[in-house]
């Protein structure tokens, strides 16, 4: 089609027009083998890696056992996306949709980035779901993984909270809909759910309040959470190994 660029034209033509990657990459190329050579001269980086990247994988591992890997990069492209996103993001009742409106219109690739995360954040779903899946059903959860298993059902809920607390964010109809009707399940649990109700909106609403709220829990509360949870999880596994084939 005459005239129409595809993206990798038009990604090829923002990076060029604002630096020389060649020059980069040659430069970063000479200084890496400096700083490199300095530091594994110290540290013994290079046997360090060795011995951990020679770990064996046993034979059992299969495909199926690649999940909780992707959940985790996919979990890193989120963070590193949701980043970017937040330096023009503004977090008010007043600015967010036009906020996010700027980002997809005006922001050079910022429609990219914004899609990555939001398809990201389904996928990371998805594929954390096939993981759970995957350890339920070659019984890894069981004796001596049952902690693991725990620290897994912590790391679902606070993904789902991540799903749930992002939703709101664009502040459309669509996002504002979405959680009064959330919310209002909440307040649906017995004895507790009017006070849940209104710890999650601010008020008795969903307002510029809710938003500040999820925000905050958003960016600066779920990130540290999971990264704990995370660190427990992936040092579990370190220390029990996959679990053998039932
Ligand atoms: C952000 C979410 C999660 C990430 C990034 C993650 C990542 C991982 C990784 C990389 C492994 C190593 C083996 C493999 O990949 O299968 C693993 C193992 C394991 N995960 Fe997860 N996981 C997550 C959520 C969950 C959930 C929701 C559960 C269960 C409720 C769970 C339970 C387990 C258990 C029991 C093991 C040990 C399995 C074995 O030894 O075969 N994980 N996880």
């Known amino acids: ?8 034209s038009k990604v090829r033509k923002w990076t060029e027009e604002r630096f020389n990657l060649k020059q980069v990459v040659g430069l970063l190329l000479n200084i890496f083998p400096v700083i490199y050579g300095e530091l594994d ?7 360090g890696l060795q011995k951990l990247l020679k770990k064996p994988v046993p034979k059992h591992v299969n ?5 909780g890997g992707i ?3 996919l979990f890193v492209i989120e ?12 977090p008010s009742a007043a600015d967010a949709y036009n906020s996010i409106k700027f980002i997809v219109n005006e922001v050079p690739l910022g429609w990219l980035i914004r899609q ?5 954040a389904n996928l990371m779903i998805l594929c954390l779901f096939i993981h759970m899946l995957r350890v339920f059903f070659h019984g890894a959860y069981k004796n001596p993984r049952e902690l693991n298993w725990m620290v897994g059902v912590v790391l ?21 809909w979405g959680t009064t009707v959330g919310t209002e399940v909440a307040g649906g649990v017995p004895f507790v759910g009017r006070l849940l109700l209104t710890l999650l909106r601010g008020s008795e609403n969903v307002t510029g309040d ?10 600066m509360i779920l990130p540290w959470f999971t990264a704990i949870f995370l660190a427990l999880h992936f040092s579990m596994v370190k220390r029990q190994g996959i679990a053998d084939p039932l």
Do not use: N
């Open 116 to 120: 990555i995360h939001a398809w990201g």
């Open 1 to 8: 089609m005459a005239g129409k660029k595809g993206i990798g």
């Open 71 to 73: 959940t985790f990069l």
């Open 156 to 176: 679902l809920l606070l993904s789902i909270a991540f799903g749930f607390t992002g939703y709101l964010l664009p502040w459309d109809q669509l996002s504002f």
């Open 79 to 90: 963070v590193i996306t949701g980043i970017m996103l937040a330096t023009y993001y503004k």
């Open 63 to 67: 495909f199926w056992h690649c999940f």
């Open 210 to 219: 809710t938003l500040t709220r999820f925000y905050t829990i958003h960016v």
């Open 41 to 47: 001269q110290r540290l013994d980086i290079k046997e």
